[in-house]
């Protein structure tokens, strides 16, 4: 295979995230998200692009608090699988964390053995304190309800695994 680069989103790239999106949608692997959310979140994004300029994967990196984080929305075109741009496109994720002063990252996952091989261990229920737990509950962010395990979530999110990571 040829090679890639992996920078910021541009909003110009918003369509082709949405793109390389929908598939895993269709397939109830992630949940869909409105062609507005992601015009919104596109400085959380890093995208990768082959030679030619076309985009093969994307993630997002979602502050979720003062010290955690999240890597949502990670996407890797199928013909692009197993050649490390999911691995290139996570530690570009986990160095803008750093950048932002996080210090844990959580995913929700199907791909449980790619985000071990990361550094990411399964999580339970209580991964943060009871006062943070309260703020964080009142965010409409599906994201976040997933992470703090809400039940209203569970059918979007069944066979999902919770993960952290220490940087």
């Given amino acids: 295979m040829s090679g890639y680069i992996v920078r910021p989103a541009r909003s110009a790239d918003v369509r082709g995230i949405q793109e390389l999106l929908e598939p895993f949608v269709q397939r109830r ?88 091989r990361r550094g990411f261990s399964p999580i339970g229920e209580q991964v943060v304190d009871p006062d943070v737990y309260s703020q964080l509950v009142r965010s409409p962010d599906e994201g976040i309800a997933e992470f703090l395990d809400l039940a209203h979530v569970k059918p979007n999110t069944l066979g999902n695994t919770r993960m952290l990571k220490r940087l």
Avoid: P
Wanted: aromatic content about 10%; some cysteine; hydrophobic content about 50%.
């Fill in 29 to 116: 692997i992630l949940l869909g998200k409105d062609l507005v959310v992601l015009y919104e979140a596109v400085q959380q994004f890093l995208v990768a692009e082959d030679e030619s300029g076309r985009l093969i994967a994307c993630g997002a990196l979602h502050v979720m608090w003062e010290d955690l984080g999240e890597v949502r929305t990670l996407i890797v075109a199928d013909e692009w699988l197993h050649h490390g741009v999911g691995r290139a496109v996570v530690e570009g994720l986990e160095a803008n964390a750093r950048a932002l002063g996080l210090s844990r990252l959580f995913c929700l996952t199907f791909e449980v053995e790619f985000f071990e």
